[in-house]
């Protein structure tokens, strides 16, 4: 009886320890990886950007030249950075094409199909709120009002957020529409979603937050206002 007893008291331990490694790599191993990754895009984008040339002005009204089609956003690659002020002055996460688990686990997520950036329609972008560097972990403290800002390298786009955090069911996909009917919006214009899962620990939701473009600027005219301190 003794013996069962140890045994048994042995393997409480061992399943205990089991679990605890889980959670570690879970909240902390997970994260160091991703933010490793992350900035890492990060770097990666800036290098490019330092090493491209100036792309040329559009042309003025009335000019016969019309400019190059933009290039096509290339799967699971980065091709920007977003910033959000009220998750602090240092936050800044890379934008990857798609949303699948890899692509993800590098950063936030462009739902392809969805306008381009600072375009017309709805840029939308999803993010982990928990695991993977948990980049939307305080998603849920977005206000009406807040900026969130992307670059592309050569252009500022300062977004202004109109409604969130708006819960919903994942299979809800008219809120990253051109024109999401249940964020107020009711003619098309430049728009920009933001999306993670709800509950903080869960996928059964989603949390949403609609913005509008505010304003751009070139990249040679310094940060926007939002970003200075």
């Known amino acids: ?16 320890t089991v679990i605890v490694l889980f959670v570690v790599h879970v909240l902390f191993w997970t ?3 991703a933010d490793h990754v992350m900035d890492d895009q990060v770097d990666r984008l800036q290098d490019r950007w330092a090493g491209e ?18 290039k096509p956003y290339r799967n699971g690659e980065p091709f920007a950075i977003m ?3 009220r998750f602090g002055f240092t936050w800044n996460k890379p934008v990857l094409e798609g949303t699948a688990t890899g692509t993800l686990k590098k950063g936030l997520g462009h739902y392809a199909g969805t306008a381009r950036l600072g375009q017309t329609g709805n840029f939308s972008v999803a993010g982990h709120r928990r695991t993977h560097g948990d980049p939307f972990k305080d998603f849920p403290r977005l206000r009406r009002g807040d900026a969130v800002v992307l670059t592309d390298g ?13 819960r919903t069911v994942p299979t809800d996909v008219e809120v990253i ?3 999401p009917r249940k964020s107020g919006y009711t003619r098309p214009g430049r728009y920009l979603t933001l999306t993670t899962c709800e509950p903080e620990w869960g996928h059964s939701h989603r949390l949403i937050v609609w913005a509008h473009l505010d304003s751009t600027q070139p990249v ?5 206002k939002a970003l200075r301190r």
């Not at 050569?154 to 708006?166: A, E, L, N, S």
């Not at 040679?220 to 926007?224: L, T, V």
């Open 1 to 16: 009886m003794r013996v069962i007893v140890r045994t048994v008291s042995e393997l409480c331990v061992t399943v205990g």
């Open 31 to 33: 994260g160091v990886k």
């Open 53 to 70: 040339p100036v792309p040329a002005r559009a042309p003025a009204p009335g000019a016969s030249a019309s400019p190059a089609p933009p």
């Open 83 to 85: 910033y959000i002020p």
């Open 154 to 166: 050569t252009t500022w786009f300062t977004y202004r957020v109109d409604r969130g955090p708006f």
């Open 177 to 179: 529409g051109p024109v």
């Open 220 to 224: 040679e005219a310094g940060k926007p």
